[in-house]
């Protein structure tokens, strides 16, 4: 869950569409790949009636745009969601405590800030109960794909 086991890097080589030697450093997923493949194809996901979690994030790679993703959702090996990031604050539950992080200042996250901010921890706790239940809601079941 902590940044060292979720930053890797991601290189994309389209001469003419992706500007050689420029990077990005915004929040992206594997679940974005599709979706960004799909529009850089000339498609849309919606004309093939799919809906998944994975945005768009075509316009960070060929114009050096910032993602459309502004919050990420973080969940354990067992399938438990356990976390969220949106924009620089990153909260985390471990073991039923929360911990706060600012990954702008500390990409370490040596630094719990959940005492400091506990609105921020509310709100971020909220936020993530609901985005985990709209997933929830949303999810096929397993082997079943749509058409």
């Known amino acids: ?5 979720q930053r890797v890097p991601f290189v994309a080589w389209a001469p003419e569409r992706i500007p050689a030697g420029s990077s990005q450093d915004t929040i992206v997923s594997s679940i974005d790949l599709l979706p960004t493949v799909v529009s850089l194809a000339g498609a849309s ?4 009636a799919m809906t998944i979690d994975g945005v768009d994030v075509s316009s960070v790679l060929t114009e050096g745009r910032g993602s ?3 919050e990420f959702l973080y969940y354990s090996r067992s399938g438990y969601l356990e976390g969220i990031r949106q924009g620089k604050w990153k909260l985390l539950k471990v073991k039923r ?9 500390d990409i370490a996250e040596s630094n719990d800030l959940a005492k400091q901010y506990p609105e921020r921890v ?3 706790k909220q936020r993530m109960v609901v985005l985990g239940e709209a997933i929830e809601r949303a999810k096929r079941p397993r082997g079943e794909f749509s058409r």
């Open 68 to 70: 459309n993703r502004n």
């Open 1 to 5: 869950m902590f940044e060292g086991g």
């Open 45 to 48: 996901m919606e004309q093939h």
């Open 97 to 105: 405590r929360y911990s706060l992080y600012d990954l702008g200042s």
């Open 122 to 124: 509310e709100e971020l």
